[in-house]
């Protein structure tokens, strides 16, 4: 996997930083998305690992994603066909989308409850969060009854297990010791 993300790196910065100076995020984010799930298709697959040539490739990558690519998606996919890094679109993707939450300064959260949080739980959490973590968040909520009582909050490598679960595994870890 940390191949597949040195080879995209170079891509995914570079369609950023083009989106960017073009004020056009979004709608790279569209075209990448649309020509990541078209190279996942598996007999596409077959024709990106075959003996056709770059420009054959790319006229029909180019062809298959029709008008939801403009001219500079359309030269990417040629770029990237020529070069024979097609097959990693789905993580220049990836990439990419750090980069946007970076560029907005958005951290999505996780948070999964035992009940339904009210919306204003959330907005006290989605605040708590956004002075800890110093920037906008958005938040991705869960149900899952078997934490019993209480949450967990995930983000990138932070976790808060408040959760009755949480605690009771903690007391379980404390008295084996």
Known sequence: MSELT?????YAKAAFDFAVEQSAVDKWNEMLKFMS??????NLQLLLTGSLSAQKIAD???????EQ????GQNF????AENKRLTVLPTVLKLFNHYMEEYQAISEVEVISAQPLSIEQQNKIVEAMEKRLARKVKL???VDSALIAGTIIRTNDFVIDASSRGQLQ???NELQL
């Open 170 to 172: 903690r007391l379980a």
């Open 37 to 42: 799930e078209v190279v996942k298709n598996e």
């Open 69 to 72: 690519l403009d001219q500079y």
């Open 140 to 142: 991705d909520c869960n």
């Open 6 to 10: 040195t080879i995209a790196r170079p």
């Open 77 to 80: 996919i040629r770029l990237m």
């Open 60 to 66: 029909t990558v180019i062809l298959i994603c029709g």
